[in-house]
C-alpha cells in the first residue's frame, strides 16, 4: 500500500484511550477488560501493532467499525501487525474501537497486551467524549465470562470472555456513555469465592490495576496511583456480592505463610453466622466510603442479582448504614435478573441474553438517575 | 507447550471437510463461503497453519467450538500459524470448526486461502455426516454480504461478509444437515445485475469453483470436473434472481471483445420486455435441467424474495413449465420473506435479523420436504 | 342516569358502519365478521340496542374503545340493551367501535345481528375515514376461526372466531385503513374443501351478503345488489385457495338435486388431475375478471399460504395468464408466512401469533403498494 | 335446548370457588379480584344466573375455556343469565372458569357480584386442586389496574382492571398454582396514597373482604372472619409500599371526626423524615407478623419495584428487622421490574407486557423457593 504511514501512539494527535492505564502511549497497555483504543480514521487501510504476551492466560481483542463489531481474536505472544481495515473509501471517517475482551489475569503474571504504533495512509480525526461516564466494578459477571462459548464449556481460559456482549458494554451504548470495567473473576468484596481475604477489589482500587502481580507488570506501571481526577464518572456500578456468598458455601482458606484460618461460617439451620455477615456488611460499608472519596459527584448504585440474591439483605444493610452514617443520599441498591435456564452462556455463567437482559433494565434505572 | 506435533492434513486419519473443493488435502483449498475444516480434537491446544494470499479481497474465518462461534479474523497474506484453542482440558473432546467466511472472489484472481497442517498435543476422533445434506446456490444475499458491520456502510469488501450470521447456515443448524454454498454477489441465473452475461452461476456450476480466474486458481483445482457423486445433497435451494430483476434496471453492458451490447430491457410501462423475461425464464428453466442432471435425489427449491420479488411470477413460470415438460415434481418455489426497515444490515443488504427470519421460515419449508 | 336520551341510528348524525350492508339504519344489520358502528361519543355512558337471533350460530361482538379492546362476548337472543362504557369524563370524547366478530354463517338462516337505538348522555362527533380502503376476501383463515381457544378445541361453533385477533384487522391497523371482510370457512374460489360447487365465493360477490340463506336474510337485502360505488378499496387482498387445494384431498360430492358427481382429482402418482387443477385456475382468473370489473382502481393482491402452498402455482398461473389477457398490471401475488406448531391455534388453524405474523408481513408487502 | 337443568350452585356436588368467600353458595358471593367459579362440564351447553348491584362500579367476568380466555363483559345490573358456551361436543369435558375480573370496590358499598345457579344439559365433573397455593396481597398493580385500555385513558371506572392479564394470574399459571387477591387500589401498609391511615390492607387482612362497607356487604358476609386453616398457601406475596411511597408526595388528610391531620413527611432535601419512614417500617413489620400468625407454612415474599423503588431500603429494613426478631426465615424480598415508556397500559398504571414482565421474573424466583 502506497502512502502508508507508521505513527507511534505518542504522536498521534486525535486518539482516544479507554480503561484505566497509565499515562504512556509508548506503549499503551491495556490492562483492563472493556479497555480500548479508540479512532476516527479518514483512509483506506489501517493497522496496529501490538505486543503480546502471557504465560497461561492470553489476551483476546475486539474489533469494533463504527459500532459495529466485525472482528474478535485471540492474540499469541510476540510483537507483530494487525490489520484493522483495509479496501475502504478513503475519503470517509471510520470510527474504530480495539477492545481488550479479557479481563485483567491476576493469575498470571506475564499476561499483558500493548499497543506501539498504528499504520495508516490517512488522516485521524477527533474522538468526541460521550455524554456520561460509568465506571463498573465486578467479578466474573463484569468480566463477561461465558458470555462466550458453547454450554458446556467447563475450562477456565481467555476464550469464554467477551467485553462485548456483556452488560457493561451493552448498558454504556443504551446510555450513550464511555466506561470503564475494574472486574476480577471469582473475587468479591471482603474475600474470593474460597474465602481468601486477599482476593477483594476494595483492597486494590487506587491503583492503575492493583489485582496484577510480577515485576513486569510493576514496571508497566499496574501498581501505580490512579489519577482520579481525570476521569470522574457520573456513575459508579458496583456488582459485587456473588463471591462473598460462595465463600459461606465454600472450603476454608489458609494463608500459608502465617498458618491463619479465614472462612465465612453457616450456622446449623443454613443461615449466615451473623459475625461473618456482618464482616461483609462492614467491607461493603468500607467500600462505599472509599468509592465516595474517590468520585465525587458519582451516583453509586450496587447493582447485584444476575447469579442468585441471597447477599441482598446484607446490601441493602450496609448501603442503609452508610448513608446514615454520612448523610449521603447519591446511593442505592437494584437488583438484576437473575440467570435463567434460557439465558445460560457459558461455565454456568450469564450468557449473552443474560447480560442483554440485565443491560435493559440497569440502562432504564441509571437514566432516571441521571435526568 | 509440549507434546505438540505438526500433523500435515494429508495425515489426519479423522477429519472433515466442508463444501465443494478438489480433493488435495496438501494443502486444502477452501474455494467457497461457508467452506471449513472440522476436527473433533481431543487435547489441550490447537493450531492450524494457513497460506493465504490476494491482491483485493482478502479472505476472513470465523473459528467454532462445539457450535459456538468464539473468533472471527481477517487472513493477511502470507503463510502462518493460528491458534485455534489453547489451555483447554487435555481429555475432553472439542468439535472445531474453521469456516471461511467471505464467498469466492471473480474478482481478484490472488485470492485464496489454504490449510496446510494443524500443530496439536491430542488425538483427532472422527466426524459424524449430519442427517441431510443441503447445496445453497446464491447471490450476494446468500454470499452473506452485509450481515456484519453497520447500516452505513458502502465499501465492497470482505469484511461485511459472513458466512456464520447467514440463512444457509441457520437453515442447515436448523435441520441438522451439512452445506455447501455456491455464490456470487451480483450474478444471476442470465446475467449479472449489469447485465454482463458472463456473470451467471449456472455456466460455472459443473466445476469445483468455475468462477474463479487466473492461472494459480487454475492450478489449485477450482477449473476442475467436480465430482458429484461424492456428495449428493438432499436439498438444492437456489436463491437467484434479484440481480436479473437488477439488470432491467440498469445499463447496458457491451462486450469489449466483440462489441455486443447486452441489456435487459423494461417496456415504457415499467414492465419487463417480453422477450427478455422469456429469456430469463429459459435461463431458469435449463438451470433446473442442469441441477437435476447432476442432483438425482434432491428436493429442488427455488427460495426468493429477500430483497424484493419482482421476478416470482417469472420464477413460477419457469419452474411450472419445466415441471410440464419434464414431469419431475420434486421441483417448488419458495418466498423468503423480503428485508425491512428493521433487519436491514450494511450494504443496503439483509442484516443478521433478516437472516434469521429467512432461515426460520426456509428449514420450517424444507422440514415438510424432508418428511 | 340523568339525561340519557335515546336515539334511533337513523336520527345520528354522526356514526360510521363498516363492513358490507344495506342503506338501512332502521335497523342496522352487521353481515359480515369485522363489520361494525363506529362513534365519537363526547359523554359519560353509552348503551346500545341489539336484536339478536340464531338457530345453531350466535353471533359474538368486541368492544373497542379508543383503539383498545375492552370486552368480547356472546350475544343471545333478543332485542335488548348493551352498555358500552359508564362512568366516564363526559367532556372527553371516546372513540367506541363494536365489532362483529364471527363471520356470516350460511349454515344457519336464522342468524342474524342487528343494532337498533343508542343511548347517551352526551354528543357525537364525526368519525373520518382513515387514510386507505381494503378489502379482504376469504375462507376460514379470514373469518378468524381458530384464532380465540385452546389448541385442544374441535367443535365448529361461533366462540372460535375472531375479527380484531385476525391478519385482516391487524393489516389494517398498521396500515391506518378502513377494510371489509368478505369470508365463509369451508368456501374457496371452485368448490367448498369438500368438492361442493356452490360453496365458492366468486358467485356471491356482487350481492351485499349473497352467501346468506332463508327468507328472513333476504328480507334484511342480503340478496341486494352492492352498491360497489359507495366504496371502491385502494387494495383486494384475495386469500382463496385452501380449501380448494382440501377438495383434491377430500371425498366427492353430490348433487342432491341432480345427481352429478362433483370431485376434484388426484393423480396416481399425489399431483392433481391437470383438467380439474385447470379449472381451478379457470375460476380464479375469472375472479379476478370479476373483481377488478367492481374495483377499478385496486391493487389486487392474492395473499396465500397461511396453511399450506400448495395452491401456489396454480394461483401464479392463474394471476399470470390474467394479466396477459387483459394487460392489468395491478395484480400480484404474495405468499403469506405458513402456520408452525408455535403458532396454531384452536381447531388446528392459525392462532393468534400466526396472524400477527402474517400481518407483519402483509402490510409491509402492501405497504410497498400504496407507495 | 332439551335436557336442560338448573342446578342451584348449593346443589352441584362438583364445583370449586376460588377467591375468599363465605361459605354460602346460595348465592355464591365473588368478592375478590380473580375471584371464581370453577367447573368441569361435560355437556354441550351452559348457563350461570347471576345477580349484580352497584351503584358507582360494575362488575366485569372474564369467561375462561380450557385455559384460553374466551369472553369478558360488565355485567349491569340486575339477576339474569349469561351464556358461557353452546353448541359443543356433548361427550367431551369442558373446564369452565368464571373469573370477577374488577377488585373489591370500597368506593361502592352497593357494588356486588353473586351466582345463583347454572343452567346445563349434561354432568360436572370433580375438579382437581393445583400443586400450590399463592395468595397476593396488594394495591391497584395487584388489581390490575390498567392492564387494559388505551394510553391516554384517565377515569378511574371498573373497564380498566383486568384479573386475567394481570402478573397474579399469569404468576399463578406458570407456576400450576391456585390462587387467591386480597387487593385495593390506592391503599398501602400504613396509609393510602393520599394520607388517610384508614385506607390499609393489613387492619382488614382477617375478614372475609374487610375493605367493603354498607350494610348490604355485612349481610353477605364480608366482615365474617375468614377461615384461614381452610386454605393455606404455599406462598404469601405481598405487593405494597407503592402508595406508601405516594403519601410523602400528597398533601395531608384531615380526619373530619376527630380533626386530626395525617402526612407522612419530607425532610427540605427530599429524603423522608425519619420518623415517617420508620411508621411505614414498623407497619410493614407488624404486618409480617401478622401474616405469619395466620399464614404458618407459607414463603412470604415481598416483591416491589413495579411502579418505582423508592421505598425498597425501607422494605428490606423492615423484613431484616422482623426476621432478627422472629428467627422466622421464610421471608424474602424480591424486586419486580419496573414498568417503562414500552410497558405502560392505561391509567399511567403498567399495562400487559409490564405484567408479562413481572410475572416472569417472579414466577421463576419463587420457583426456586417452592424447590
Known sequence: MQNMKIHALANIEHLKVHGRTT??????????????????AKGSELWMEV????????????????????GRQMLTKGRYWICLFRGMN???VKNVRVVRDVQAMNGDESSSLQIHAVKFDGQFLPVEDKQYKIEFIGDS?????????????????SMWFS????????????????YRVISQSGWGVLTSWDNNPNYNLPDYYEKVCGLLTGEKNERLG??????????????????????????????????????KIYKQRLNEDGTFNEEDIKRFEAAAEKFLTKLRAYNKKAQIVWAYGMLGNEMMPSIYR??????????DLMVSVFQL????????????????LAHEKAAAELSAYLQELLK
Not at 435478573?337 to 449473552?352: C, I, L, Q
Open 23 to 40: 499515562n504512556s502511549l509508548s506503549p499503551l497497555t491495556l490492562f483492563w477488560t472493556g479497555s480500548a483504543l479508540e479512532l476516527n
Open 51 to 70: 505486543e503480546v504476551d502471557y504465560d497461561l492466560y492470553e489476551p483476546w481483542i475486539s474489533i469494533i467499525i463504527n459500532s459495529a463489531p466485525v
Open 90 to 92: 478513503e475519503s470517509v
Open 141 to 157: 459477571i463484569t468480566s463477561g465470562e461465558g458470555t462466550i462459548g458453547a454450554k458446556a464449556e467447563e475450562d477456565w481460559i
Open 163 to 178: 467485553a462485548t456482549d456483556n452488560y457493561t458494554a451493552l448498558t454504556a451504548n443504551a446510555l450513550n456513555a464511555d
Open 222 to 259: 499496574a501498581l501505580q496511583e490512579h489519577d482520579f481526577d481525570a476521569w470522574q464518572p457520573d456513575i459508579v456500578v458496583v456488582n459485587l456480592g456473588t463471591n462473598d456468598c460462595g465463600a459461606f458455601y465454600s472450603p476454608e482458606w489458609k494463608d500459608e505463610a502465617t498458618g
Open 318 to 327: 450496609a448501603v442503609d448504614s452508610y448513608k446514615r452514617t454520612t448523610g
Open 337 to 352: 435478573p437473575n440467570m435463567t435456564d434460557e439465558t445460560v452462556g457459558a461455565r454456568s455463567h450469564p450468557g449473552k
